[in-house]
């Protein structure tokens, strides 16, 4: 079955680069699918963080727009997330995801992985 | 950015009644509406699509209603599993906007 897996460092500094990885298995990432990253502060709400077709069609949340970038690596199956020049405002827990297919909403999840900005 | 405003934001309701949750959208997005269930220290899980379509494997005590600016999820005969933070998503324009969340908890 289709199963999503983010990874990468769970405590990053001020001013610096959050950079996450989403292993995806199941299916290949190059099927036709949108898949996304959305983020949850904790204790807060959602906020979807962009999306990525294999093509390179991206779409980004303009309010995080001047510092994402969202890439796929379809030799690995996998997509990456960096977030450069982070404040303790992008802690949060990030959870990568897979648009169904009826329109952008999101039919599979990976399990989250928290980011935490401090020093 | 459509905003998504969910009420109530919290709610406490015994295991055997029926449980609605609303959503209402700043601007007409039809019938581009995602619910959401997310159960404690897990991952959302969606539950509606399209406003009213049920994904599937998703049990029959859930549905939703609504087009246009109103929208509403339903739990018909609510369960101990239940017990969660539902969500509301739009998807009729980027950037895709979510509700504040509803915390469901069991009397």
Known sequence: QVQLQESGPGLVKPSETLSLTCNVSGISITSGYYWGWIRQPPGKGLEWIGSIHHSGSTFYNPSLESRVSISVDTSKNQMSLKLKSVTAADTAIHYCARRGDFGDSFDRWGQGVLVTVSS | ?107
Not at chain 2, 4 to 25: E, F, H, K, N, Y
Not at chain 2, 36 to 57: D, W
Not at chain 2, 64 to 78: A, C, E, P, Q
């Open chain 2, 1 to 107: 950015a459509i905003r998504m405003t969910q009420s109530p934001s919290s709610l406490s309701a015994s295991i055997g009644d029926r449980v609605t949750i609303t959503c209402r959208a700043s601007q007409d997005i039809y019938n581009y509406v995602a619910w959401y269930q997310q159960q404690p220290g897990k991952a959302p899980k969606i539950l509606i699509f399209a406003a009213s379509a049920l994904q599937s494997g998703v049990p029959g005590r859930f549905s939703g209603s609504g087009s246009g600016t109103d929208f509403s999820l339903t739990i018909s005969d609510l369960q101990t599993e239940d017990l969660a933070t539902y969500h509301c998503q739009q998807y009729h324009s980027y950037p895709l906007t979510f509700g504040g969340g509803t915390k469901v908890e069991i009397k």
